[in-house]
């Protein structure tokens, strides 16, 4: 029987927490250091970042991506040759890459970890896409504690791309919803906003995407006016229009670039969804 993979976590936070957790009841032999918040139980609190991962064999940087530089400067004298460091913050793929070279300076292999969702509920099983030259070695360790995850191709910075090209997404629909909401709450229709966005999204498809795309572009100067009357109605509303107004600005953007030529034009068909 091999023995337990030995881990470290640095920050131990809401997702630190979980991961910690999680490792441990797998059969992990977990350690973890983190100034401001309690281990989990049978997590071995360690009094540093160096003193956290100097008998690890794979760690988890989850501090913050502000901290992130500092944690990886501060362990790096304490690291065991072969050590994986799997820095798991949230950070622009240019960051992760001058992380990378600072510890492959030290003779340590960085993996550009991505969390692709949130990690309240799913914990250390929460999607992970990683990418970098270790990304085969740290995936065998994960399935040493029965933890899928799935291998980018590409080096440091892929991983956290894609991330990052997601958020713009999610955390912009997010935003939208939360300031429509307000509107809606405001103008006495909230229940039927709800219910009326939530079907919108069920019946979201690829040719809901394409529709998205080539409608944006066939007509961004009307939907320019849409939503300038938009971010009017919620400012009537007492609601400041941040995303509405910004939105507004996009596609005045668009409209503009698409009319001088200078834009990359997505030509529709008749059936392009005006709704949309």
């Not at 030995?6 to 131990?12: D, E, K, N, S, T």
């Not at 990304?135 to 504690?145: E, I, K, N, T």
């Not at 998205?212 to 009357?229: P, S």
Request: glycine share 10%; aromatic share 4%; with cysteine.
């Amino acid at each position: 029987m091999s023995a337990p993979l030995r881990v470290a976590v640095l920050g131990l936070g809401e997702a630190g927490a979980e991961f910690a957790r999680d490792l441990v009841a797998a059969g992990a032999d977990v350690r973890g250091y983190d100034p401001k918040a309690a281990a989990p139980q049978g997590v071995q609190v360690r009094v540093s970042d160096a003193d956290a991962v100097r008998d690890a064999e794979l760690v988890f940087s989850l501090t913050t991506a502000h901290e992130a530089e500092s944690a990886l400067r501060d362990a790096l004298p304490a690291l065991m040759p072969g050590t994986v460091w799997a820095e798991a913050n949230t950070a622009t793929p240019a960051s992760k890459v001058r992380l990378a070279d600072e510890a492959a300076a030290a003779g340590v292999e960085l993996v550009d970890v991505a969390i692709m969702a949130p990690v309240p509920g799913r914990g250390i099983r929460v999607p992970m896409q990683v990418s970098g030259p270790p990304a085969a070695r740290f995936a065998a360790m994960m399935r040493r504690v029965g933890i899928r995850v799935e291998q980018t191709p590409g080096p440091v910075g892929v991983a956290s791309s894609r991330k990052l090209l997601r958020s713009v997404v999610y955390k912009g629909v997010a935003a939208a919803v939360v300031e429509a909401l307000a509107g809606a709450e405001a103008a006495g229709c909230a229940d039927w906003f709800r219910e009326h966005i939530a079907g919108e999204f069920v019946s979201f498809d690829a040719d809901t995407l394409e529709r998205l795309i080539t409608g944006t572009y066939a007509h961004a100067a009307r939907r320019t006016e849409e939503m300038d009357a938009a971010a009017r109605q919620l400012a009537d509303l007492g609601v400041t229009p941040r995303i509405a107004s910004a939105t507004r600005d996009a596609l005045r953007a668009i409209a503009l670039e698409t009319a001088s030529g200078g834009g990359t034009q997505h030509v529709g068909t008749e059936s392009l969804g005006e709704h949309r």
